[in-house]
């Protein structure tokens, strides 16, 4: 009997393969709190993500480091620092890479809007 590991469809791919998928951001209720679901190619040898959210005016509000993941689907809470109010649009930048980020290996840029509080 054979137990597969993977759907057969997600077969695990070399490093050359291996991209990001997919990138939604929603908004808490709080408006101070964004949540990021990215999902990567499945891989072989463990990827490095870099997560920077960028204000209007280009300034970091937000940054995430993840260090050779374990998993392909994940779910992270960033938080929305160093504003008096959140409300208004933001860049989410994704680099996705092995030994070196410069240039990253895969890239995916997302824009998201805070709305004002009701």
């Keep these: 009997m054979e137990i597969p590991l993977f759907p057969s469809d997600r077969i695990p791919q070399p490093r050359e393969n291996v991209r990001i998928e997919r990138l ?27 997560l920077v959210a960028h ?4 300034v970091i509000v937000s940054e995430l480091n993840i260090i050779e993941t374990m998993h392909h689907d994940m779910e ?21 890479f092995f030994e070196t980020r410069n240039p990253p290996h895969a890239q995916l840029i997302e824009t998201f809007e805070i709305p004002e509080a009701v």
């Design 24 to 50: 939604q951001i929603q908004p808490y209720p709080d408006r101070f709190r964004v949540r990021v679901h990215i999902q990567v190619t499945p891989f072989l040898d463990r990827p490095n993500l870099l």
């Design 55 to 58: 204000n209007h005016e280009d």
């Design 76 to 96: 992270f809470t960033m938080h929305i620092r160093n504003v008096s109010n959140p409300a208004g649009l933001y860049t989410l930048t994704a680099d996705l």
